[in-house]
């Protein structure tokens, strides 16, 4: 197994402060390095090597990242922002294949999978089926009650309203059934 990357291998707060840099992305690598020994004058510095390899994975990340999130934009504009419809399907759908993708990974004939990263995989998997179990009929249920809890807020807020402008009950009655459509 190789040796952990010597900024994997640095205090929290120094390697937080350089992923800070990093993320940023206004720094040369030299810049970093000089406003980490700044900042850390005690510490020894990571090497101008070992900056730039972990700044290519950390850049590769943030491209990741900025892809999904442009495509989740996209998803969201064109299916709706509602999770019980078919972005949330689709959400479902997406775990499922990233934790696929994981798994057949992690059993690469050159790799051992540890039993951390089979526990992993199940917690991911057990997630997955408990999104999936989720019926139309409970989705409806929870809309519905959701819904029932709305109308109930808003008639006692129209009861309070009613009563501190003087409002008659006709006036409230009307009100409540034809503008926010709760039964009398």
Do not use: C, W
Not at 29 to 34: F, T
Not at 78 to 107: I, M
Not at 144 to 155: H, K, N, P, T, V
């Amino acid at each position: 197994m190789p040796r952990a990357s010597s900024i994997k291998r640095l205090p929290a707060d120094q390697r937080a402060f350089l992923e800070k840099l990093l993320r940023e992305d206004r720094y040369t690598l030299d810049e970093i390095l000089a406003k980490v020994q700044e900042r850390f004058p005690s510490s020894q510095a990571p090497s101008r090597s070992a900056l730039g390899r972990y700044s290519q994975q950390v850049n590769e990340l943030a491209g990741r990242m900025r892809d999904i999130q442009a495509a989740s934009t996209v998803l969201v504009s064109e299916l709706g922002e509602d999770p019980n419809d078919r972005a949330g399907q689709l959400l479902v759908q997406s775990v499922t294949t990233l934790a696929t993708h994981a798994a057949l990974n992690a059993t690469g004939e050159d790799k051992e999978v540890s039993i951390k990263q089979v526990g992993e995989l199940a917690r991911a998997a057990r997630a997955v089926l408990q999104a999936r179990k989720m019926s139309l009929a409970e989705r409806q249920e929870i809309a519905r009650i959701a819904r029932e809890q709305l109308l109930s807020e808003q008639a006692e807020k129209l009861k309070e309203v009613a009563k501190a402008a003087g409002m008659t009950a006709a006036t409230a009655d009307t009100i409540k059934r034809q503008i926010l459509g709760i039964p009398a």
